[in-house]
């Protein structure tokens, strides 16, 4: 229903339609039922995702990248490419088994290198956004996919990150924050792609473990004090798994809350027990199991499956990984 005309709750969100593909697809490999989508529909959506690509006017290279939706008019500021979107972008077209001949490969790398920042953090579009955490890992996913990592200073990026690991052990959004599940993984993952997470020292990394170990009750939570949610079981557990951790979480104890927050009549997982399930609770619902169990692989740091991950390998990848 998702890859079509998304239903009424979602059209506050079509701005950021290009995810909302991303979950359905991502959770539709994982559940093993990309096949489904017939191959002349793949095609389309492919071609739609190419749609959202910009591409460089008068080398101007700071609106290169993805934008989410097709839907806003042509002058609007969401026009500009968005990192995270051009993130999902290269995920989704993997995920249909697209070769990625059509990205425009130069013009992405530069455009990353727009939306860098002097602390090593980047912007979301280079018309000056929030920074943080979360887009230190889009641009390692970015740049880790197309094997260019000419768009970003891994040395400041891996400075940025180190300087955001709080007290508690965990990773913040920026620096001197509250350490929180999602930037913990982002940091994670974006210092694995970078091969910098052995720069961590043992004593940071150990409270790093302990704290993600901590996040967990039955289901996990994102800080300390706050109620579990469906989501935290992917990003915890991704980050466990990335830290070679996973043999810790009580994946039983983890499964049952996570089927308290499923809907029986209608599928789908929500936040918590109880409310609307929604296709971004969905998708980490379903990562989350899997990434833990290994029923279905999934890269860990890269959020997406091991399916999609050897068609990369296999087909587009110019050097060994």
């Not at 993805?66 to 993997?94: E, K, Q, R």
């Not at 641009?139 to 508690?168: H, N, P, V």
């Not at 810790?248 to 997982?269: C, E, H, K, P, W």
Request: aromatic share 10%.
């Amino acid at each position: 229903q998702m890859l079509g005309l998304v239903p009424e709750m979602y059209q506050s969100i079509d701005s950021s339609r290009l995810t909302v593909l991303y979950f359905s697809l991502s959770a539709l490999d994982l559940l093993g039922k990309i096949e489904k989508i017939s191959d002349n529909r793949k095609q389309e959506i492919i071609r739609w995702i190419y749609s959202l690509q910009n591409k460089p006017c008068d080398d101007d290279y700071a609106r290169c990248g993805f934008i989410a939706t097709d839907s806003l008019p042509s002058d609007v500021d969401a026009n500009y490419g968005h990192i995270a979107m051009t993130y999902v972008a290269l995920c989704s077209l993997l995920i249909l088994g697209d070769d990625l001949s059509r990205v425009d490969r130069d013009s992405v790398i530069n455009g990353l290198k727009c939306l860098q920042l002097k602390t090593g953090a980047y912007q979301c579009i280079a018309l000056g956004s929030e920074s943080d955490a979360r887009f230190v890992y889009c641009a390692a996913c970015i740049s880790s996919i197309l094997q260019d990592w000419r768009g970003m200073d891994k040395d400041r990026a891996t400075e940025f990150l180190m300087e955001s690991q709080s007290y508690e052990g965990g990773f913040a959004q920026n620096v001197g924050r509250e350490a929180h599940g999602g930037s913990t993984f982002c940091s994670i993952a974006a210092l694995t792609l970078m091969n910098k997470l052995d720069d961590l020292p043992r004593q940071r990394r150990n409270d790093l473990l302990r704290w993600c170990l901590q996040r967990q009750q039955t289901g996990f939570n994102g800080r300390p004090n706050k109620p579990m949610d469906t989501c935290y079981s992917f990003w915890l557990g991704a980050s466990l798994k990335l830290l070679g951790a996973q043999d810790f979480v009580n994946q039983d104890a983890n499964f049952s809350f996570l089927m308290t927050t499923q809907d029986r009549y209608i599928g789908g997982f929500s936040k918590w027990a109880g409310y609307m399930p929604d296709v971004l609770h969905s998708y980490f619902g379903i990562a989350g199991m899997h990434v833990i169990s290994n029923e279905v692989e999934i890269h860990p740091a890269l959020n997406i499956s091991m399916r999609a991950f050897r068609h990369w390998q296999d087909n587009i990848a110019t050097t060994a990984v």
